[in-house]
């Protein structure tokens, strides 16, 4: 990790924004792109990442992989994925724990798993090919879901605490899904982070969520990126920061988009939130220093 980055919050990178990024900086910040729209060999999408990661570390998302999928991943998708990494040297490299194809079909959705043994044995499997084909850790991204296997043995942190366990992975809380999932089966989010395995945690997302109603009137989220994030889980946020200290915060915008400076404030709320606790870390570093001298004095 590059020196500083535990106290960095950046945003998603969209092209549009691009001169006003370069105009505009981002103050101790970083960028995520989705590693599917960077996968053909060059052109004006490559021009701008490149233009971009001369600037500021990148996080590399991958959305397509399949993670949690019963077929065998997709060899050239992971070859493409590979070559995308040398070229760029992302600071972090991520994928979800759902599924997206199957029998040849890729859905454009990411889809739950029943938490199981066999889905664990699977899971682990295709992570250990990802991190062994791209010669480093990845981080894997908890979901948001919108229904619940019957036949799941296991509950989701605990899920995710054996899958970093077995395969040495690092995770990408999404902080936002945690919310949404939360509200869409009637838990409590405070109870899931207390039984999340926080300290494999090496990055944070936020995003923005959309409120409906299920067929009984019940609360429905789902999980948008088309607006600001919620007030809700901002306050989330803040006590998952008080139990980890500063962890890489990201700010997922990827449809109604805003103005870059709007994006920016959102990131820059972020970055206020990681130096309160960088500063707390830090006094108490510097009381904990003085008490030690005093008493060996």
Known sequence: MVPGAAGLAGTSFKHEHLAAILEDSLHDGFFEVHAENYMGAGGPPHRALAALRERYPISLHGVCMSIGGPDRLDADHLVRFRELIARYEPQWVS??????????????DLLPLPYTKATLDKVCDHIDQVQETIGRTMLLENPSTYLAFASSTMSEPEFIRAVAQRTGCALLLDVN????????????????????????????????????????????????????????????YRDVIALTGPVPTLIEWDSDLPAWSELRRQAQTA???????????????????????????
């Open 95 to 108: 994928e979800h724990l759902a599924w997206s194809s199957h029998g040849g079909t890729f859905f454009n």
């Open 177 to 236: 899904n945690v919310f949404v999932s939360a509200t869409n089966h009637g838990y409590s989010a405070h109870a899931y982070l207390a039984e999340f395995p926080l300290e494999y945690v090496g990055e944070i997302h936020l995003a923005g969520h959309s409120e409906q109603r299920d067929d009984e009137g019940a609360p429905l989220l789902i999980d948008s990126h088309d607006r600001a994030v919620a007030d809700s889980v901002w306050a989330l």
């Open 271 to 297: 970055r206020r939130i990681l130096a309160t606790r960088t500063g707390e870390d830090e006094l108490a570093r510097q009381t904990s220093r003085t008490a030690h001298a005093a008493h060996e004095a």
